[in-house]
């Protein structure tokens, strides 16, 4: 039997924001944008 073949993936997370507005919030957009795309997907 083979094993199977395990591929390692690499991703970066870029968030930004646009304006300094909100960024003193505990939870802000930036933390969002990274949690969406931290998520895993439904396939």
Do not use: I, W
Request: with cysteine.
């Amino acid at each position: 039997m083979n094993k199977p073949v395990v591929r390692k993936l690499r991703c970066a997370v870029y968030t930004r924001k646009s304006s300094e507005e909100g960024l003193e919030q505990e939870f802000n957009s930036l933390h969002a944008q990274r949690e969406a795309c931290e998520s895993p997907l439904d396939l």
